[in-house]
DNA sequence: GTGAAAGCGCTAACAT
DNA sequence: ATGTTAGCGCTTTCAC
């Protein structure tokens, strides 16, 4: 930092008695000239607008919520923003708000269920509309949130409450009948936090999809849903003799790969990886991460359209399935199925290749 | 979606006269006993303790604000939420801000100029504080708003507006020091946004850093400051002879070794990459990327700190300068250079061992 | 210790 | 087409 702030203290900001004394007019017609335009003559509205304009003039929102009964406010509650999972939907979010003439007030839970029902309950009444991202929180709780002001929920679905959420099946399926053409029979799932909604949808889609094809899986976890989940949960995954690893998510995917690597497990000759999200990341590794791609913009856009004609009262538009369906990218973290005695052998390190030729500095 | 909103609209809040009526008080004694509770006595606050409980009620903001004079909010205003780079920012502050009993308007300007003097202007009447995180607006322009709205100006130094930022120096004379010390003596600076405050410190420091050393150094851009930008970068950069690359950034820098591996150029072998920021995917690459570490989360510590000591009207805590300070963290990236007539020989793929070893499926 | 009344800045009847 | 008035929900003198 460099000084100490010189402003003598800003000054008071102009209200609409200013504006309206300097135009020689009401305040009542200032307000008009403003926000109904053609209710006053052309002539006094513009000198209205020269005094708007002189004076620098802004509407005080605390006082126009008051009387209107709206705040031109929204709340959006994400589980964490730094996660480049929730980032991208916080941004277009914030971006059809913002183009809907609304401000956002933002709320960030950190993964943490009680920070989640405090922040939903501390917004609710301070906002037009509540969009909560993955909520962790019980149904109930939901619904008598639902009760006190108009509420979207995304990522998680529910019958009593406007939600949205993407259809995990065809990218499951897709990634199931992709390991399976591979011939893998033996897979196991890394699972995410375990009140998580999309964690149990995951495990619940993938089992079902398994056991369709008559593949083995066996579910390990909850890992934490980062880097670190992952690097911890290569060593049991590897245990099981499972030749392929579905994962909670990318950041997981990439911390098996990680530790994988580090023990020397090649990708995907021994063993291949599946993610979960597509987050950018996952197609600048190498190698680049197959996975379940969600459409987590176009969750975005619909929950917040939603939010936006709930409150306009118009019928909100239907995203059709197509857009909500999950998808699988094949990348090259995916091979056929390595023979079972393969594994087990493998010393300390293995085909490092580039890893390993880095010179000695 | 599922279903439609079955909440026959939220009922109307319910206000402090309820409240009063229900513990039999009047409405300032209600007041009291939740904004000076020793100004009650005992008996009475439980009462109204009480009510407040069975109603649920919540003081209405905008009311507050009005007769107040304070929002109880504060604005955060970002280039662009969804890079990893100010995430972590905003979540930091957000905390912090939390913490305070403040809410948090979001604002993200798409690294677009108009946008941003839009969203500054506009939350400027609306909020106790703002804080502008890598702003680009022109120095006048900050100083207005400032003279609006206590403002504090995160990750750019200016005179006249509270500001903080970190200290490139210590990094990138660490940096420019390694590549040195492993015989690199033309490098090559992947430029970032022409008018984005932290390119013109990164482009001038890198200068003169290398200059001590003796080192030439070809500044090439700007490259949009994202992946893409290094994947088109990494040609024009390879085309200088240069034996190692600074990148404005890791997104950057991770677009330059992907373009690099699909022209077959070894990294670090033949060419050495650079990142800045240490974004947590700088770490999860193979090979994990040499980088620039930035202190974010202590800026975005310290940029709330000082926004909410200037509120509070106490003296803010300057950060020691360590705090602030950018450091190199060396992974694999950069090796010994190698002898120039060693590139430009290199046919359409190389060493891409793993990528190419892909089970067709 | 508590109640009555005024007023924060704005909009929306209601007059004219 | 414009001015006057009341009041949104709350806090804060000012009385008592």
């Known amino acids: 930092m460099t000084d100490a702030p010189e402003s003598p203290v800003a000054p008071r900001p102009s209200t609409i008695h200013a504006v309206a004394a300097l135009a020689g007019v009401s305040p009542s017609t200032v307000s008009r000239a403003l926000n109904s335009p ?20 802004q509407p005080n929102r605390a006082a126009r919520s008051l009387v209107l009964g ?25 971006s059809h708000v913002r183009e809907a003439e609304y ?36 149904g109930a709780r939901l619904r008598s ?36 053409a591979l011939g ?10 375990r009140d998580s909604w999309s964690n149990q949808q995951r495990s619940r889609t993938f089992a079902s999809a398994c056991h369709r094809l008559g593949i083995e899986l066996t579910v390990l976890g909850p890992y934490e849903p980062f880097f670190g989940g992952g690097y911890r949960g290569a060593d049991e995954a590897l245990a099981t003799g499972a030749t392929a690893m579905f994962a909670y998510n990318d950041l997981v995917a990439l911390g098996v ?7 020397g497990v090649r990708v995907p000759e021994e063993i291949s990886v ?43 538009r239907r995203p059709a399935g197509k857009e909500l369906a999950t998808r699988l990218v094949i990348r090259d973290t995916t091979g056929t199925a390595a023979v079972p005695s393969t594994r087990s052998v493998v010393p300390g390190r293995g085909g490092t290749e580039r890893g390993t030729a880095r010179p000695r500095s």
Chains 1, 2 share one sequence.
């Open 274 to 316: 599946i993610g979960f999200d597509d987050i950018p990341m996952a197609s600048m590794t190498s190698p680049p991460l197959t996975t379940v791609v969600m459409p987590i913009a176009a969750v975005a856009k619909a929950s917040a359209s939603i939010l936006l004609s709930l409150l306009a009262g118009t019928v909100p």
């Open 38 to 57: 053609d209710m006053v003559r052309q002539a006094t509205r513009q000198r209205v607008l020269a005094s708007v304009e002189r004076l620098g003039y």
């Open 257 to 263: 790969m990680s530790r994988l690597a580090a023990r």
């Open 103 to 138: 401000a956002l007030f933002l709320g960030d839970t950190d993964e943490d269920l009680a920070t989640e029902v405090a922040l939903a309950r501390a917004m609710a009444r301070q906002v037009d509309g509540l969009l909560l991202c993955s909520p962790r929180m019980p």
């Open 184 to 193: 893998h029979r033996h897979c196991v799932f890394l699972s995410g936090p």
């Open 70 to 94: 709206r705040t031109a406010t929204l709340g959006l509650i994400v589980p964490d923003i730094a996660n480049p999972f929730y980032a991208p939907f916080v941004k277009v979010v914030h």
């Open 145 to 180: 949130i639902a009760a006190t002001v108009p509420l979207v929920v995304a990522n998680r679905l529910s019958r009593t409450v406007p939600s949205i959420a993407m259809d995990f099946g065809p990218g499951i399926g897709q990634a199931v009948m992709h390991v399976h």
